[in-house]
């Protein structure tokens, strides 16, 4: 039977596989916890029914589930979710001689130590005592890719944050917006600006190097503290995320806003400017809306200045923003595919 649609690629694997580590160094701990996601591709004909190049769920995740040979037990990678992520897909795409591609996606949740009296008037971290610091998320993807042999790897790595929930009660203006028979919002000098952000930020392609133990475990990273001027900004700087989080967090703070856009922009354009090996960056900041309560009936005035809001849950503006090229292709030349992600 003749068919218009062309497949493109077929994955299998394993999602929200959940992760969590917890590394002792005498009486300072450091905890980590994951959901993981980890799809594998290759020479996989899915067009037929033949499992022969299936390789289970229990052995291609054995590196997550099996508690003697559990990757995230013994990857000294895995306090870092970028490392953790290489070395998961690394492995994978060794280990077996029809895969060819891994895509790994992390999501770490935010854990930060309670902060106790130091005996002193002060406070300092507890060694092991920690808090659910909110619904923020560090995500990181990551494309181990074989397809030029198994000594020939190569990784694209995508980092960001999600969920990260912001609030500022003065320093945003909206005027001077398109006005039409639909128009009934009325423009502000200041009002609230508050967002969920979430932020992607794509790092420039790395060779890989190809484990040589026995078991395919191995993944060489560059030391901590060591080749630091040659890593700055890339995806071996441990420091990059911390940055983007407080561009993010101090710009947001502190641009006096008349237009979100451009705030937007300024966040995009200083991670860039301060990350040598990132290539993009994408932001979305869909509105929070807290909308004047409108207290004149009774004889209050509630809007100079503001005090009573309402808080709406929807409609949310989202705004996206790309830093990168868009090319479009002609109609003539597009063809329709299929994508088919599968689990077992």
Avoid at 34 to 62: C, F
Avoid at 166 to 193: N, W
Avoid at 292 to 307: A, Q
Wanted: aromatic share 10%; net charge negative.
């Amino acid at each position: 039977m003749s068919s218009n649609s062309v497949l493109t690629s077929a994955r299998y694997g394993k999602d929200k596989v959940r992760v969590f580590r917890i590394v002792r160094e005498g009486n300072w701990h450091q905890i980590v916890e994951y959901n993981v996601t980890a799809l594998v591709e290759g020479d996989i004909d899915v067009r037929q029914a033949d499992n022969s190049v299936v390789v289970a769920t229990d052995s291609s995740m054995y590196d997550l589930s099996d508690p003697l040979t559990d990757l995230a037990k013994v990857s000294p990678h895995i306090l870092i979710p970028e490392r953790f992520a290489l070395h998961l897909g690394t492995h994978l795409v060794s280990r077996y001689a029809h895969i060819h591609k891994a895509f790994i996606t992390v999501e770490q949740l935010r854990w930060s130590r309670i902060r106790v009296p130091d005996g002193n008037e002060g406070l300092k971290e507890h060694e092991h005592s920690f808090l659910r610091d909110g619904d923020e998320k560090r995500l990181v993807k990551v494309e181990v890719d074989g397809s030029r042999g198994k000594d020939s790897l190569s990784a694209r790595v995508t980092a960001g944050i999600s969920d990260l929930l912001v609030l500022k009660s003065s320093g945003s203006a909206f005027k001077d917006f398109v006005r039409d028979e639909y128009t009934t919002l009325v423009e502000v000098d200041d009002r609230i600006f508050s967002t969920s952000v979430d932020l992607v930020y794509d790092f420039a392609p790395i060779p890989i190097p190809a484990p040589r133990d026995p078991q395919l475990l191995d993944f060489a990273a560059p030391v901590e503290g060591q080749d630091v001027g040659t890593h700055a900004g890339g995806i071996w700087d441990v420091e990059v995320p911390a940055r983007a989080r407080k561009v993010t967090l101090e710009i947001f703070a502190t641009d006096d806003s008349e237009s979100v856009q451009a705030t937007l922009y300024k966040m995009a354009q200083r991670i860039i400017d301060e990350n040598a090996g990132v290539q993009s960056v994408t932001y979305t900041l869909p509105n929070k809306h807290y909308i004047p309560v409108d207290m004149k009936y009774i004889g209050v005035d509630n809007l100079t200045p503001l005090s009573i809001l309402l808080v709406l849950s929807f409609p949310s503006f989202a705004l996206p923003f790309f830093r990168r090229s868009l090319y479009s292709v002609p109609h003539s030349h597009v063809k329709t595919y299929l994508f088919l992600p599968l689990f077992y």
